[in-house]
């Protein structure tokens, strides 16, 4: 499972979204469709899963969708971010 950070504070509107790490107290800004993804993430979703909410509300073939979706999340990752953890 892709969680999220638990030191993330984020605002998202429909310009996109900034995203505080307050544990290292950093700052990350993303456009509308990572807000998007911070959303879905937020919500517990696989990359799968993510993939899938993405491809429907952009109406964006999803293989296109998987290769954005992904490096984003490599992206997140790179800056401890986003972990994958198998416990639930």
């Not at 950093?26 to 993405?54: D, K, S, W």
């Amino acid at each position: 499972m892709l969680r999220l950070s638990k030191n993330l504070r984020s605002v998202t509107n429909a310009d996109g979204g900034v995203v505080l790490d307050l544990g290292r107290g950093q700052i990350f800004r993303c456009n509308a469709t990572g807000a998007v993804v911070l959303e879905i993430l937020a919500r517990g979703e696989t990359e799968e899963g993510v993939v899938r909410e993405v491809s429907r509300r952009c109406q964006v073939d999803a293989a296109l969708v998987s290769v954005d979706v992904h490096d984003f999340l490599v992206s997140l990752t790179s800056h401890a971010l986003l972990s994958e953890n198998d416990r639930d």
